[in-house]
């Protein structure tokens, strides 16, 4: 059977249709995004330096790895930037919690850092507050859930 072929009226409703879906995605994007930017914003300011001070702990890296090991951590949902991160080990480093040296001098390529003591036990202190934080959270969170169901 022949399909007829299509007529004005009918590619104007079906650019109509496909400029509604278009305006529909986008706004699922746009909310999907303000979602992301909300949570990365908590994760940022809220447990990256903790996390952070931690990877350091376990063993000596630089921001990029810092980046991939959270991502790594969380399987892919939260990667945070180096943009981020740097200015945390900067402060920390100024603060004496980890300590940074050039894995090459003469180039000054990738800065590795190493946690020091003061940096271990500030780490102690700020890991038992961040579980205790994130446990009361997991609570409020698993209650909002069971309301919304």
Do not use: H
């Amino acid at each position: 059977m022949e399909e007829k072929p299509k007529t004005i009226v009918d590619w104007d409703e079906e650019q109509k249709r496909i400029e509604a879906e278009y305006k529909r995605k986008l706004a699922e994007l746009k909310k999907r995004k303000q979602d992301n930017a909300m949570v990365n914003k908590i994760l940022t300011r809220g447990i990256l330096p903790t996390l952070v001070l931690n990877i350091i702990s376990v063993q000596p890296c630089n921001g990029n790895e810092l980046s991939c090991k959270i991502s790594d951590i969380t399987s892919g949902f939260w990667q945070p930037s180096t943009g981020g991160i740097y200015p945390i080990l900067k402060r920390f480093e100024k603060q004496g919690l980890v300590s940074g040296k050039w894995n090459d001098p003469d180039k000054r390529v990738k800065k590795i850092y190493t946690i020091t003591q003061k940096g271990s036990e500030e780490l102690g202190n700020q890991r038992e507050s961040l579980i205790n934080n994130l446990y009361e959270t997991v609570g409020v969170l698993e209650s909002i859930i069971k309301t919304l169901k």
